[in-house]
Every structure is written in C-alpha cells, then in structure tokens.
C-alpha cells in the first residue's frame, strides 16, 4: 500500500485527542515521556470515544472499522498513527495481524507495513513514536537487553547508596508496568517500590560480577528459596540497556544490617531479645540454602545435576532488614550481594564422595572473612585457592558475634569491640586484615575475652546470650573449618535451642536437687579455653542424663557408665569434639540412666525410680528424644576412651527388669529407608538427628552394620557408626514424589528370598557335604528384620504400601512363623493430614483384613523413642494388640484392661 495525503490530521477530534495524549504521557526519571496503557483504555472506551475518533478519520464517510476491532487488537496502533498524522491507514493495520498492538514495538519494518514516498517517511515517525506507548513491563525477566528508545517505568528514582562497583537506587514502578507477583503489605497493599543496583560501567569486571550475581538467583529461583518469607533478597528481574547492566532487587526499607544497629535501640525485654534472634539466625537459612540448591525434578535422579554455592561475602553491609509485612516493630534480615558467589555444579554419584566440598576462593569480605581466606604476602593474591563452604559459617558467625555485642552494650560497646580487634590485628607484625578475627590462623583472644564478659554483664531476662555464646558461636567460629557444623546442622541447633527456650518447663522436669549436683561435679570436667564450651553447660546435662537417687553418688554414676572417678580428668575429653568435629570414626557410648535407657554396672543392676516418667502404658519406660540427645552429647568423649577395649561391653547393660526391650532389638536386621522427596526437604534436618539417635541405640544390637536406603536414590550404605550412617542425609538430595513402594519391595524382597531358600534347604540336605554346602550358601534361617521409613506419608498418587507388605504376611503365614519376624516402622514426619491418614491406616491392618499386624505408626518429634524403635514388634508399645480372633468392637476396652494404659 503506497501512501496518500492524510486530510483527517487536521481534524479538530484528532487533533484535541494528540493534545490530550501529550498532556496525560508520564515523565519517568530520565525524563522521558510515556503513556501507560490503562489511561489511554479508560480514555478512549470511555463515552463511545472511539467510534467518534473513527467517524472523525473517515468523514464525511462512514467508518469501514467495526470498533471492537479497533479496541481489542489495535489501540495502541490508533494512538500512534494519531501522533504521526496517519490515522487513516487504521483500516490497513486491522487487516494485518503482524501489525496489531500484541506485535509492538517493532525493532525493525515489519512486512505489510505500508510503503512511503521519500517526501513521506512513515516508517521513522512510527518507529519514533511507538516507544511512548510501550514502556518496559518488569515481570522477573532475566539479563534482557532493552532498546536505548525503551521507556523505564520509573516514576521515582532516589539515589541511595554507592558500592564498589554499582550504584543502588530506590525506584517506584508504575502499576501499570509491574506484572510481578507480590504478597501484599500489612495494610494490604503492595508498594511498586524496589532497589536498582545499576553497575556503574561497562567493562569486562562489572559484567562478571553482573553475570556471576545473575546465574546465583537463576539457582535460588530454581530451589523456590526467593519467595518472600525467604532470608535471602528477593529478586526481581534483570536487563542490560545502553551496555549498562542492572539488577531489580526487593527494597529494604530498614537498609543494611550495618544502619540498623546504628540507629536502632536494642532489645529490651527477654522476649524481645528471643524475637530479635529468631529473626537473625533466620540468616543461616539463606546460608544453608545456597550451601544446598535442590535440583529440579527428573526421572533420571543418578544424573540430576546438584548445586552447591558459596557466597564469600557475608558482612553487615551484606545483610539487609526488612519490617515484617504483618507483625509491626518485628523485622526480616535477609541476605543479599551474591556478586562473588559462585556455584559448583555435581552430578548426583559425585556429590555423594566423602571428599569435603571445595572451590576457587573469590576473594571476598576480608574483615570477616575466615582464617584459610587470609592472603597477607604479596605473593599470595594472584594464587588460586579452593576453599570450602563452611568459610561462609565463619563469616556469618563473625556477624552474630558483632550484634550480640550490640544486644549486650549497644552501639558504643560494638565501635569498641572493632576497636579492640583492629589493636589485635595492628599488634601482629605482618597482619594485613585490620580488624579481622583471627591472627591468620586461629581466633583472637579479645574476641573470645568479649564473649566472656558479655555473660558478666547480661540482664536477668536475658536467656538467650548465654546458650549463643557457648553454644553457637563455639561451633561457627572454630579455626579449622571442619571444627565448624554446617549450616543445615547449625539450623537444627538453633530450632532445638529456641525450643527449649519457649518450654522451660519440660526443663524443669528434669532438673534435679541441688543436693544430686555435689556428687556429679566431683566426676571431673575439662577445663575450657578460648572459644570452647563452657563447663558448666556439660555439668548441667550430665546431671540431667544421670539424675542420682537418694543412695547414689559420683562413683556410683561413673561406674553406670563404666569408669571410675579416677579415670576422669580435664585431659580425658580430646578437643574434636570441643571443637564440634564431625569427622571421624566416633563410636557413643549407649544411653545410660534410670530412665528406661539402657544401663549397666558390672555388679548391679539399677532399675526404675517408681516415680519416673512414664508412657500411656505403664509397662514401657518413657525416654524422651531430648534425653537421648544430651546422653549422646555428654558421652562422646568418653566412649573414645574406651573404643576398642573390654570396658566398652561394660556400657551395654540391661533394661529393666526382664531385658524385655534388649531381646526384642537384638539380632536382628535394622533397616533405614529415609524418604527423600520435596515435601521432605523441611524436614531434613530432623531426620538426619533422628536417624543419629535412632541408629545411636540400636548400634549394639546389629554386630553387621545398620542399612540406609533412600526412596529416590539408588545409595545404599552399611555403618556401624550412627553418625556416619547420618551424615549422608546431608548430602542427598530431596525432589520429587516418592513411590514408596520401590525402596520398601526391594528392602522386602532380599528378606523373602532368604527366607524361601532357608525353608527349601531344610530338613533336605542330609549328607554332611552337603550341609557344609549349606552353611557355606547361607541357607541358616534369616535374622528376623526391622524396618524404619521415616517419611511424611505424602507419595506419589496411587501408591500403596500395602502392595509391598502383603507378600511377607503370605510368606510369614504359610511358614508358621510369628509378626515379630518383621517390623515397619513408619516414622512420620510433618502433620500433612493426607500423610497422617495415609500412614494411620497401614497402622490398622488387623481391621483392614489382614491376619498378622507387622505395622506401627509414630510421629517423629514427640513420643516415646522406645515405641519408635519397637512399636511395630511389640503390640504393647503399639497399642494396638489384638489376634484374628479379637472382637473390634471391644477392642478398646481389651486394651485398656490388658495393657493399664491412661486415658
């Protein structure tokens, strides 16, 4: 179509339409105008507007345009050529759907579009004036790259803060041109309001540290670990525009962790400081996050590809405070700068190596960064170093040790504080890192002096600072970084903390007189240095593992654990374990205390306190997942003493009464199977220390090693260390749904196939070759098996665990042989009502039909370990005891009579 003289320009509709669209068009903070396009909506569907402008183009005629056309597919294409002076060629562009309002812009000249005279030059009229009408939408886009005549919707732009290598602005969107989805604010509503980190140049640095903070939220996307609730800085999109890169960041409105203290009083009630730390510890979330990225889901698991991130520059001005979109005067401090993160990438089988996880240094914060980080000789900057993940725990420790000082002291008493390093640090010839934590190789001395004297000066409602200092920060700032736990094991440490915190009085339960505490402080304790834990903490739960009746004392205790009081002393206990190492061949000691755990002395045999805790059935003891975990926290040092020798055996005593509990456990199979699908990730940290403790009790009874199977993993290890057989869940990765079936058959299956070729060889092989042949092929009856899953009971649909147990009732049926020959456990974790359901009907199999109940259901975090560990074996400890020939109807009743249980 060639061009003709456009007469309608000079119409007095068009031309007071053209006045209306300059008159109304934004100016965004470049100065540049443009018109979002709900206002021209409202403006020209309003009144019949566009019929009107149409029968303005085409008089005297009548419009050949129906109107909906005009409104639903070009608009934007009417404004423009409005603004060029050609509004009759509307009908040319209705006919071409190339040339509709969804095409726009055009980057170059679109076929269809109508051809020019030289005297007319359309097409760089229209090329110019369709870039008012279409500004720049973010939608969370990634390292897009805009055209310089692009608008940018921002119609506020404030300098806020300049950093090495970019600059941070505050912008505000206009509503129109932000199409991302955001949880609204406490009033309800949501703000347009973000943080644009424009690097200031264009050279080769600024882009890598551009792509390198790209690729680490292309990961963090990925995993889901953005959202809002998250503490690692939400990201919104990224784009490139006259060769200068820029990041669209989620604002904080309270800025850096650095102003914060600066400007903010602390806390000053107990339950204010709790409050504040649950915030800032919500800060190794982020780091465990980025330690771990899940991967997406796949149907070949072995080659899924793992992410592991370091982020290398963790400091105050790194972490950034955000007010809490619904609780007022409470904050969220996130972690944000990942320009020197980095990621290492792993396939599934190699992420699975025992070697520590390690890549190049990127040289990042150097104040608190960790000692193996230290470059101090010239010679030393332009050398790769790899180092490992946990230089990120230092890192974030050195933070928390700074903001417990301004808890304790304030503003004031942290300038000091740095003060006081950089004296340090000034004192020790060669050291380039003022004010640093380490001399280059271990922690300062003043910094372990100032955590000392912050328990000095703490209020008395102050309950938090003391287990911070002895027990976190110990395990963050260690000088070697295996001496430092993990991010996800420093998050279960944290979640056990404020747990208790919030329940003192199942503390107080088991708290002792002061009258017990003589007698077990004269079993000696080590002596505490630097930044290990104090001594009392280990009084305290030694006290608490091995309460003292009214006829006890220390050598009494020492030799329930199988030492006597001369054998202790400050040197006994070796300094991995002070120093939290996680490494090594660590064999426990198994619980010991009148508890109902397991207990021994060479000559006697203690038994229950008849006012001991109990369970709902009187006849099994109560032990508690707490209790558990403070024995095994206060034996470990001991038993490395004693690994190896006779006195071990010593340890392993009985039970109770008739060792009904210990016949039950031992010699037998102990199986593993961990569900490690998505809906498990939550949870992996209580599974690996349920596992630990769980693995912890049962490790004397399994002289083969115990067996850990994962749903949707094919790995299958054998450990008689419970921590080593637990370690692994660290490392595995949790995606997916689980069929449950897979694992559980398999695990089933190997029992069934001994069992059938035990029954087939006997009473058959009479001459004496052939029963060596026998014995040899392993045709001797199984050991009976128990199986633990522990899962959330949340599987892939149509799955039915049934299908796996069914098979080994048939064979247990048709061999005569007792349910107690197999037990499954199911251990739940989480209180999906689905999984609850799913789980609470495998644990009814004498309703539902079956003939034998070889089942039990336990949730994972409460309850008795006891029932745990024997409630499928045991119908005492299950509760649910009955034989085929029991009336349900009175079933309740039998168990009530049968069993004593309460309530």
Not at 28 to 51: K, Y
Not at 159 to 181: C, E, N, Q
Not at 503 to 522: C, I, K, W
Not at 873 to 896: M, N, P, R, W, Y
Request: charged share 25%; glycine share 6%; proline share 5%.
């Amino acid at each position: 179509m060639t061009l003709q003289n456009d007469q309608s320009a000079s119409h007095p509709e068009l031309i007071e339409l053209s006045q209306w669209m300059d008159n109304n068009s934004l100016t965004n903070a470049d100065g540049v105008l443009f018109m979002p396009l709900s206002t021209l909506q409202l403006h020209l569907e309003q009144h019949n507007r566009i019929r009107t402008i149409l029968r303005a183009i085409y008089s005297p005629a009548e419009p050949t345009i129906d109107h909906h056309t005009v409104s639903q597919h070009c608009l934007v294409i009417l404004a423009i050529l409005i603004k060029c002076g050609r509004a009759r060629q509307l009908e040319w562009f209705t006919q071409h759907d190339n040339l509709w309002d969804d095409k726009l812009p055009f980057h170059d000249r679109p076929g269809n579009f109508p051809s020019e005279s030289t005297s007319s030059p359309f097409w760089l009229d229209f090329s110019i004036e369709q870039w008012r009408f279409r500004p720049w939408t973010f939608d969370g886009s990634l390292s897009i790259e805009l055209a310089s005549q692009r608008p940018l919707p921002f119609i506020e732009r404030e300098f806020m803060a300049k950093g090495g290598s970019a600059d941070i602005y505050k912008v505000r969107l206009h509503p129109d041109h932000d199409a991302m989805t955001l949880k609204p604010n406490a009033a309800g509503k949501t703000s347009y309001v973000y943080a644009l980190k424009t690097f200031r140049s264009a050279n080769d640095r600024a882009k890598r540290l551009y792509q390198a903070e790209i690729n680490a939220f292309k990961h963090l996307r990925i995993s889901g670990a953005l959202s809002i609730e998250n503490n690692i800085i939400g990201f919104r999109g990224s784009f490139i525009q006259h060769s200068i890169c820029n990041i669209l960041l989620e604002f904080a409105d309270q800025g850096t962790l650095e102003n914060y203290l600066q400007n903010t009083s602390q806390p000053s009630t107990g339950d204010e400081l709790r409050q504040f730390w649950r915030s800032v510890f919500g800060l190794i979330n982020a780091v465990a996050t980025i330690h771990d990225i899940a991967p997406t889901d796949s149907s070949k698991i072995q080659d899924e590809p793992i992410f592991h991130g370091w982020h290398q520059d963790i400091k105050p001005s790194n972490v950034l405070v955000f007010s809490h979109p619904n609780r007022p005067n409470s904050y969220i401090f996130k972690l944000a700068d990942f320009g020197l993160s980095h990621f290492r990438v792993l396939c599934q089988r190699e992420q699975h190596e025992e070697n520590d996880m390690s890549d190049t240094d990127q040289r990042g914060t150097r104040i608190y960064g960790a000692p193996e980080c230290y470059r101090g000789l010239p010679f030393q900057f332009p050398i790769t170093k790899s180092v490992g993940q946990k230089c990120d725990i230092w890192s974030l420790g050195a933070v928390f040790s700074e903001v417990l000082v301004w808890t304790v002291g304030g503003w004031m008493a942290l300038q000091l504080y740095r003060a006081d390093r950089q004296v340090a640090t000034d004192a020790i010839p060669g050291h380039t890192d003022r004010g640093c934590f380490h001399d280059r190789k271990d922690l300062l001395p003043c910094v372990v002096q100032t955590h000392n004297r912050l328990l000095k000066e703490i209020r008395k409602s102050d309950n938090i600072t003391k287990p911070i200092v002895r027990e976190i920060l110990p395990n963050m700032l260690a000088n070697h970084e295996r001496g430092r736990l993990a991010a996800s094991e420093l998050a279960y440490r944290l979640d056990d903390l404020f747990r208790r915190l919030d329940h003192p009085q199942d503390q107080a339960r088991t708290a002792q007189p002061e009258s017990s505490l003589q007698a077990t402080q004269m079993i000696s304790q080590p002596s505490i240095t630097g930044h290990e834990i104090a001594s009392t903490s280990q009084v305290d739960a030694l006290r608490t593992a091995f309460p003292q009746d009214a006829a006890g004392s220390a050598h009494q205790q020492a030799a329930t654990v199988g030492i006597s009081v001369e054998q202790t002393s400050p040197n006994s206990r070796t300094s991995q374990f002070q120093n939290g190492d996680s490494h090594g061949d660590r064999r426990p000691a198994p619980l010991t205390n009148d508890h109902g755990v397991l207990q021994n002395s060479s000559n006697n045999r203690t038994h229950q306190h008849s006012n001991g805790p109990r369970s709902k059935c009187s006849n099994l003891p109560m032990l508690s997942r707490q209790l558990v975990r403070d024995t095994m926290k206060n034996d470990k040092p001991l038993l490395l003493r004693l690994l190896g020798s006779k006195k071990h055996e010593r340890l392993v005593g009985s039970i109770d009464e008739d060792e009904s509990i210990r016949n039950l456990m031992r010699d037998r199979d102990h199986i593993f199977i961990v569900d490690n699908s998505a809906t498990m990730k939550p949870h992996r940290h209580d599974v690996k220390t349920l596992l630990e403790e769980l693995a912890w009790i049962l490790m004397q009874f399994d002289d083969d090693g115990m067996d850990l199977y994962f749903t949707r993993s094919p790995d299958h290890i054998n450990r008689k260390n419970p921590y080593e057989l637990a370690h692994r869940i660290e490392s595995i990765p949790m995606v997916g749904t689980s069929d449950i079936n897979l694992r559980l058959s398999e695990v089933l299956e190997v029992y069934c196939e001994k069992l059938e070729r035990w029954h087939n060889s006997k009473g058959k092989s009479k001459h004496r070759l052939s029963r060596l042949i026998d014995k040899v092929t392993s045709s001797e009856k199984p050991k009976p098996v128990s199986v633990y899953i522990l899962t959330d009971g949340l599987w892939r649909q149509g799955t039915d665990a049934l299908v796996s147990i069914r098979p080994v009732i048939e064979i247990l049926q048709r061999y005569q042989l007792r349910s107690t020959e197999v037990g499954l456990q199911f251990i739940r974790f989480g209180d999906d009502p689905t999984g609850i359901a799913t789980l609470n009907r495998l644990d009814s199999m004498m309703l539902l039909g079956f003939a034998m109940d070889i089942v039990d259901h336990e949730p994972a975090r409460d309850g008795n370990v006891w029932k745990k560990l024997i409630g499928a074996i045991d119908k005492e400890a299950d509760g649910d005891f009955h034989d085929a020939d029991t009336d349900t109807s009175q079933l309740s009743g039998h168990l009530a009579s049968r069993y004593h249980c309460e309530g």
